[in-house]
């Protein structure tokens, strides 16, 4: 964690107006609402359009699988340093069929051993894109090996909306939500 505590507090139910109390309310109505989202209302027209576009990244509409997905972000919030956002997605990237050897080949990036050839290429562009906001054209071709057009852009689209929830937690100083332990590699950041 970049941080120790907030520069911008989440706000608790009781201090929410009419407008964050919407915006917040479908997630209210699942269970608990996370500092992510909490953070954010604080500039609720902000918090709208994060949330449409974030809904689709992590949605369906994007055509990357699931656990294709959870790799991108992950790299992304590994090399971004974010210790929020790597942990969210841990837990998320099990779901999606990660395994805890693929968490921690993620550290590594690329060049770990064991790596499927479409594994490396999605690693290779977000370090690529993390670097460079560019994908170099043997990436690319190593992506257009086992991926769509479509899906080419959705890893794009995917490392561009992580890059910036990262700045987002690591700039707020969004800290981690109750229960969750903080990766040791990604402590004094």
Known sequence: MRLTSPRIAPLADQDLNADQADILAPMSATGRVLNIFRTLVNAPKAAKGFLAWGNYVLSRRNDLPARDREIVILRIGYLCKSGYEWTQHVAIGKRDGLTDDDIARIKIGADAS????SDKALLQAAD???????????????????FTDKQCMDVVFTAGQYTQVCMILNSFGVQLDEGQVLDPDLQGF
């Not at 690529?128 to 086992?146: R, S, V």
């Open 128 to 146: 690529e894109l993390h670097k460079d906001q560019f994908i170099t054209t043997p990436t690319w071709n190593a992506l257009k090996a086992h």
């Open 114 to 117: 064991a790596w499927s050839a």
